[in-house]
């Protein structure tokens, strides 16, 4: 079967870092993508690992390991923008197209 | 340039009813896929579009759903005989192979179905 997992919420306080896990389990995989969704609005893409290591985009990073199934976001310098759902999708399709395999999302509220 | 939009961006019915719901993705995009999310559930894949080929269909839950991409751009997601379980927000996105067919994603059509 195919499964994506990551922790239904975290909370973390303004200015801190939080990492946030997916592990996955899929019949194939030709990448892993981070979106963001603010309650009511349209995910918007944050980052895209196909190979293992760590991608890095200004206050935002992520690691992939395919030997492990395995993926995180980081999120340093947290600001209470950063309050939001994040989710985990991978892409199990031969080609470099095809259908994301979504997880449920991680609400992070982020505090004073 | 402009992202995928969609259209109605709120959409309430009867249940039975038939609803459409259009989107137009990115100019240029090859690829457009639909997708719903229930209220505290993950995005789950529907219908995917990719040039003029056949769509792979593997996602729609029953024979009511039906989607079409006319000329390789604008989609119309059709649902039959609305039910209640219908209810949700239905999210169309598109991509490009020259942007490693990243996803990027309309505002949604939130459907209620009374």
């Known amino acids: 079967g195919q499964n994506i997992d990551q922790p239904t919420e975290m909370t973390a306080t303004e200015g801190a870092i939080v990492q946030i896990n997916c592990t996955y389990q899929?019949?194939?995989?030709?990448?892993l993508f981070w979106y963001q969704q603010h309650a009511g609005e349209a995910p918007t893409f944050l980052s895209y690992n196909v190979l293992d290591g760590l991608e890095e985009k200004g206050r935002f990073s992520s690691f992939l390991s395919r030997s492990k199934g395995y993926s995180y976001l980081l999120l340093k310098e947290l600001q209470m923008k950063d309050s939001a759902s994040y989710l985990c999708?991978?892409?199990?399709?031969?080609?470099?197209?095809?259908?994301?395999?979504f997880g449920k999302g991680t609400k992070l509220s982020v505090k004073p | 340039g402009a992202g995928v939009s969609q259209s109605p961006s709120n959409k309430v019915t009867e249940k039975g009813k038939d609803v459409e719901l259009r989107c137009d993705p990115i100019?240029?995009?090859?690829?457009l896929y639909w997708y719903r999310q229930s209220l505290g559930q993950g995005l789950e894949f529907l219908i995917y579009?990719?040039?003029?080929?056949?769509?792979?269909k593997s996602g729609l839950p029953s024979d009511r759903f039906s989607a079409e991409r006319t000329g390789g751009s604008v989609s119309t997601l059709t649902i039959q005989r609305t039910q209640q379980e219908d209810s949700a927000v239905y999210l169309c996105?598109?991509?490009?192979?020259?942007?490693?067919?990243?996803?990027?994603f309309g505002p949604g059509t939130r459907l209620t179905v009374l």
């Open positions: 100019s240029g995009h090859t690829a």
């Open positions: 996105a598109s991509s490009s192979p020259a942007l490693a067919d990243t996803q990027y």
């Open positions: 999708a991978v892409r199990d399709y031969g080609g470099s197209q095809g259908n994301l395999i």
């Open positions: 899929t019949s194939g995989f030709n990448g």
């Open positions: 579009f990719q040039g003029n080929s056949a769509p792979d």
